[in-house]
């Protein structure tokens, strides 16, 4: 019987545990602020801009949130093996928005910034086989749809182009 009873205190001790575990980590990240890139969670279709009826998808793109809403994972696969992961988190203490991008290629970008309206826009220095250069990102629903496009600047942001300009639209199955 004294197990029993050690055993139900046990289970009873371990809710209470996890109901107040559960409720601690609800506390975090719950400012209106890490849902504001929420818009760009979901499975997507990738497209070259500008897209017509005849354009054919160049990647897959899955965009979760992840950590208890806390971060957003992105696993982007193009279709000619060029395969990269992001994790973008709100970092509240400083009001900005980081993202670290890492890929097949051993490409890496760092990038932080911050949203206006609807637009989220990351930017940050990329050192790699292309030399130094300064990338900007922007991020902004359109319709169902997300656009991403950026641009890059190899004087230290006094020029810039055109880097690549996408349209993400949900998968079909």
């Not at 575990?21 to 506390?27: N, P, Q, T, V």
């Not at 793109?61 to 696969?77: K, M, P, Q, R, S």
Request: hydrophobic content about 40%.
């Amino acid at each position: 019987m004294k197990s029993r009873c050690l055993l139900l205190l046990c289970v009873v001790c371990g809710l209470f545990a996890a109901r107040a575990d559960a409720a601690e980590s609800a506390k975090f990240c719950t400012d209106a602020e890490y849902r504001k890139f929420d818009f760009w969670i979901g499975d997507w279709d990738t497209f070259d801009e500008p897209v017509t009826p005849a354009s054919k998808s160049v990647a897959r793109n899955h965009v979760d949130a992840v950590l208890d809403g806390c971060a957003i994972h992105e696993d982007y696969d193009q279709f000619d093996g060029h395969h990269g992961r992001s994790f973008t988190i709100y970092d509240a203490a400083r009001k900005v928005w980081h993202q670290s991008w890492v890929t097949n290629r051993g490409e890496l970008l760092v990038l932080e910034g911050t949203r206006s309206a609807n637009r989220i826009t990351l930017e940050g220095d990329e050192a790699g086989a292309k030399g130094r250069r300064r990338v900007r990102v922007f991020w902004e629903p359109q319709g169902g749809d997300v656009r991403e496009t950026a641009t890059v600047s190899a004087d230290g942001g006094k020029t810039w182009r055109p880097l690549f300009d996408i349209l993400f639209r949900r998968h079909k199955e």
